[in-house]
């Protein structure tokens, strides 16, 4: 079953100061279906990370529809939904991970975690338990779980956005080089956790640079220059 | 499902303006005065929504009618056009401008809190922190003594003012201190929606920590509304889920907040945008 269906999505960036428009990626087509996991590969510069933004409405997409399947309002074009639902999607179904951390200040890793079920209306409880799971499950060491992230290395920076993300168990995810900086060994264990993932159903779409790390975690690649599919 | 709900307060085009107008008003308005008549057109045709336990950001450079919105909604000041729906005011039917100086106190002291950027504008200095808070509820109409202690203790206790100090006058406290019994006093009477207005600015790093979580607290424990003005894109893109830009009086952007920091489309958001540090 089809997840997430992409018509022809361009995305040109006017900038007024310079008076040039720079366009980015232009008429991408990809379908997702439920569980399946898409990589795009692809130099910097080559519009991919675009393609995510757009996705989750971080970007105006310029021409195109992006229609997803959602479960609290049907179809719904994720180019031109309201901003109440694009946010009620952020909430509940939608996840996206990028390398950088985005924590408010003095909140503690677990805090962090537990947030994202406290504003979903969960209980303090529940969200206390299910964020330890969480962050048990990625394997972050539990002397961290009560210290302010920002002294976070790499590795455990993404390993508490993963957690963050997925304690939300969202139905499609969005991963914008979740490995970038990180070593093999932590390379490896997101690639074993995305495939547990995968396995629970979750529908994905990831950004690597490093083609070899997709092989056997995504059901398809496509590779990106210049703004196209090629 | 469709999100239905009505928001908590609707603004249709707010418009303040000092002097008489004029026929060129409307065509030629240079920034935000008018050439031929001087006119100032301090907001100008303002329209927004604010929805159920949202913050709403509102960013835009000094002159561009942030406060002067903040001060219509407050009742500060009187609008020269526009009305101001409250969902818990007469069902949403009656602006909150249209009406006598007496309901106007009566809605300023039942739906709103406000926190100004200086405390003292807030607070009365020389009343006891309780003080400040059971004056706030007797505005409401709050008579039982008891309940008012109560409810002022819970209060500073949410902003963590420790129960040793809530006898003493916020002259005698810090800014960051001032700053939270302010806020405490604004969410007395359980308001619907909660006006901040810069009060992150001018506090020092830490403190401005403070209070950001703080206000994240409170919106997670209260489900309060909260309007957001601050110049800090920083604290915007912390706290706001949505933000509307305005300049020379007028809305020129909104959109979700992460959109308007990454993708600005106005000249001057992009400005705005470029010269973060």
């Known amino acids: 079953m089809e997840i997430l269906k992409i018509e022809g999505l361009s995305k040109d960036f006017f900038l007024h100061e310079a008076q040039r428009e720079i366009r980015s990626c232009q008429d991408i087509r990809f379908s997702l279906d439920r569980g399946q996991f898409i990589g795009i590969a692809g130099r910097s510069g080559a519009g991919k990370s675009t393609i995510l933004k757009c996705i989750n409405r971080t970007y105006l997409t310029s021409r195109g529809r992006i229609l997803y399947e959602s479960e609290a309002f049907g179809r719904i074009d994720l ?27 003095r909140t503690t890793a677990r805090e962090h975690v537990m947030g994202a079920l406290l504003e979903m209306g969960g209980s303090e409880a529940e969200a206390a338990r299910d964020a330890r799971e969480m962050l048990c499950y ?30 939300k168990r969202p139905r499609l995810l969005l991963l914008d080089e979740p490995t970038a900086s990180l070593d093999d060994g932590s ?8 495939r547990s993932l995968k396995s629970k159903d979750t529908s994905m779409i990831g950004i690597f640079h490093d083609l070899t790390f997709m092989e056997g975690v995504c059901d398809r690649v496509f590779n990106m220059s210049e703004g196209a599919f090629v | 499902m469709h999100l239905k709900e009505k928001p908590v307060l609707e603004v249709k085009h707010l418009s303040v303006r000092y002097g008489e107008g004029c026929e060129a008003c409307r065509s030629s308005l240079e920034k935000n005065r008018c050439p031929v008549c001087g006119t100032v ?13 949202e913050v709403l950001g509102i960013v835009g450079e000094s002159g561009s009618g942030k406060s002067t919105l903040m001060r219509c909604l407050y009742l500060d000041i009187e609008p020269t056009g526009g009305s101001a729906f409250f969902k818990d005011y007469k069902s949403g039917r009656t602006s909150i401008w249209d009406v006598s100086a007496a309901e106007k106190r009566r809605v300023r002291n039942h739906l709103m809190g406000m926190v100004y950027q200086n405390p003292i504008l807030g607070l009365r200095m020389d009343f006891t922190s309780s003080a400040n808070i059971a004056e706030k509820l007797i505005a409401a109409g709050e008579r039982d003594a008891g309940a008012m202690t109560g409810r002022a203790t819970e209060l500073l206790e949410a902003v963590e003012i ?35 207005d810069e009060v992150t600015t001018g506090l020092d790093l830490s403190v401005q920590a403070k209070v950001l979580d703080l206000i994240r607290k409170i919106r997670a424990k209260y489900g309060v509304s909260i309007l957001l003005v601050s110049h800090d894109l920083a604290v915007i893109r912390m706290l706001a889920d949505r933000t509307v830009v305005m300049l020379d009086g007028k809305i020129v952007e909104s959109g979700l907040t992460d959109q308007i920091l990454e993708d600005p489309q106005h000249a001057y958001t992009q400005q705005l945008v470029h010269s973060l540090i």
Do not use: C
């Not at chain 2, 302010?182 to 006006?195: K, M, T």
């Open chain 1, 187 to 194: 390379k490896s264990l997101v690639r074993e956790m995305l």
């Open chain 2, 41 to 53: 057109w301090a907001a100008n045709d303002i329209s927004l929504e604010v929805y159920h336990g």
């Open chain 1, 79 to 105: 180019a031109s939904a309201p901003e109440r639902e694009i946010l009620y999607l952020r909430k509940y179904e939608i996840g996206y991970v990028s390398q950088f951390l985005n924590v408010m200040p």
């Open chain 2, 162 to 196: 420790p129960s040793s100090r809530m006898k003493e006058p916020p002259r005698v406290f810090s800014g960051g201190m001032q700053q939270r019994v302010q806020i405490s006093r604004a969410l007395a009477n359980h308001p619907s929606l909660l006006l901040l």
């Open chain 1, 138 to 167: 990625f394997r972050l060491p539990e002397e961290l779980w009560d210290l302010y992230p920002s002294t976070f290395s790499g590795g455990e920076r993404l390993r508490l956005n993963l957690a963050r993300a997925m304690v």
